[in-house]
């Protein structure tokens, strides 16, 4: 039982630069989230899919893209990473109670 | 969206009762009030939810009054292993969407 499986866990990236962050769950949950936490901060909604085929912005949804691949997958793309996006990503599910957060991403853009 | 109010941090010792208190004055009539923990390099962690009165899991108890506009997490007999961030969410009962998260307690056990 993986739960909420997050790829990579680590990643520096250049500014410019461009990449998918990965997010995989097994509990058949429909709905799915991506949020950011800077240091010392609580989380912030990037992205959310309440369902397969569905997306919609979260707080901060600026400078990414989401693809809701099937009801297993969704990933976050970063076009042109900027240094503002420096922090770590975490993936979450849910479906009835609360949510299943992964492990989280840890990205730097220098 | 109801905002949530929580203290920044608390301090205690191995074997008190620790209670931490959110407000959430602005709940909707479907709202539902779950709590979370997150330990440094880790995601949340989903602790126990309530809608009204009181809730008790193996881990937690959830106070919540009559008019929900506060609720209070009690973690009985803390041990250095409950050190973590605290999260009071207010939301639907998935916990989901556009539910907003504060910046949380952060409670420091001494030993």
């Known amino acids: 039982n993986a739960g909420v499986t997050q790829t990579p866990k680590f990643q520096v990236l250049k500014t410019g630069q461009s990449m998918t962050l990965q997010c995989a769950q097994d509990m058949n949950h429909n709905s799915m989230y991506w949020y950011r936490q800077d240091p010392g901060m609580g989380l912030r909604l990037i992205y959310y899919?309440?369902?397969?085929?569905?997306?919609d912005k979260g707080e901060v949804p600026n400078g990414y893209n989401v693809s809701r691949l099937n009801k297993r997958e969704f990933s976050l793309r970063l076009e042109s990473a900027a240094p503002s996006q420096t922090s770590v990503y975490f993936c979450?599910?849910?479906?009835?109670?609360?949510?299943?957060f992964g492990s989280g991403t840890r990205l730097t853009v220098v | 969206l109801a905002k949530t109010t929580q203290p920044i941090s608390m301090d205690s010792y191995e074997g008190q009762e620790v209670n931490i208190t959110c407000s959430h004055n602005?709940?909707?009539?479907?709202?539902?009030i779950t709590w979370y923990q997150q330990f440094p390099s880790q995601g949340p962690r989903f602790i126990i939810q309530g809608y009204k009165t009181k809730v008790t899991n193996e881990v937690a108890s959830l106070f919540i009054p009559a008019d929900r506009k506060s609720s209070t997490l009690s973690l009985p007999r803390v041990s250095l292993s409950d050190t973590a961030v605290y999260y009071c969410l207010v939301g639907d009962h998935t916990g989901g969407f556009k539910t907003i998260f504060g910046a949380g307690t952060r409670l420091f056990v001494k030993a």
């Open positions: 979450a599910s849910s479906e009835g109670v609360g949510y299943t």
């Open positions: 602005n709940i909707a009539t479907n709202d539902y």
């Open positions: 899919s309440a369902s397969e085929g569905t997306t």
